[in-house]
């Protein structure tokens, strides 16, 4: 089955700074990359996604970028501010009907 | 977005005991949900996909017989935790989508549950 592998597990960054987080997948029929924020004790919410047709995407400060060959895919944050601190969660799918896998997270902190 | 509604949020229960939590879409029709478990600064485990007048589907190394997955309408899912013991303790959260060809889930509140 699929493996989603994640790293750094934390990761720690200067206010204003730019963070990346990196992911893996293993399954090379997967085709939906969805990131996932999770503030301490409230559920996960979605913050961008991306499919194997595109090979980047970006929503303000946020970006994903798809590398389908390497079967990998990352997080940018620029501009980074206090209320981006939060495990993040990477993950992948063979579909939108599909169950969804989840990397192993990343504990982003944000520095004033 | 989307609500998915988890109940309880909490539960303490004794070992050998049952619980059972509930999810349920509020404002949509969901087909599918999933039913994963976190455990403290841990991913989330998908633990199996609830399939709407179906049988659950497990992932492989969860016991079918110890979490009973219910899906008996399209906007309420349950996960009856059987015989319970301490190391049945964590997070249960369970999520959905809101319709076909959508690819984000939402997900619930969670449930924690204790087992003394």
């Known amino acids: 089955g699929e493996n989603v592998e994640q790293h750094p597990s934390t990761l720690s960054v200067q206010e204003g700074d730019s963070a990346v987080i990196k992911c893996t997948y293993s399954?090379?029929?997967?085709?939906?990359f969805p990131w996932y924020k999770q503030e301490l004790g409230k559920r996960p919410q979605l913050i961008i996604d991306?499919?194997?047709?595109?090979g980047e995407k970006k929503d303000q400060r946020i970006a994903v970028t798809l590398n389908k060959t390497a079967k990998h895919f990352s997080l940018h944050i620029t501009e980074t501010q206090p209320e981006d601190s939060a495990v993040y969660f990477c993950?992948?799918?063979?579909?939108?009907?599909?169950?969804?896998?989840f990397g192993s997270g990343t504990r982003l902190s944000i520095r004033p | 977005g989307a609500v998915v509604s988890q109940h309880p949020s909490w539960v303490i229960c004794k070992s050998g005991t049952s619980v059972k939590i509930e999810c349920r879409s509020l404002?949509?029709?969901?087909?599918?949900m999933f039913w994963y478990r976190q455990f403290p600064k841990q991913s989330l485990m998908l633990m199996a996909t609830?399939?709407?007048?179906?049988?659950?589907?497990?992932e492989q190394g969860v016991e079918k017989d110890k979490f009973l997955i219910n899906h008996a309408s399209l906007t309420l899912s349950t996960l009856t935790v059987t015989s319970a013991h301490p190391e049945d303790s964590s997070f249960y959260i369970c999520?959905?989508?809101?319709?076909?060809?959508?690819?984000?889930?939402?997900f619930g509140e969670g449930s924690r549950l204790t087992v003394l």
């Open positions: 399954d090379s029929a997967s085709n939906y």
């Open positions: 404002d949509f029709q969901a087909t599918t």
């Open positions: 609830s399939n709407e007048g179906s049988k659950a589907t497990y």
């Open positions: 991306i499919r194997s047709n595109v």
């Open positions: 999520s959905a989508r809101a319709g076909a060809g959508t690819g984000e889930l939402f």
């Open positions: 993950a992948a799918s063979k579909g939108s009907a599909s169950k969804i896998i």
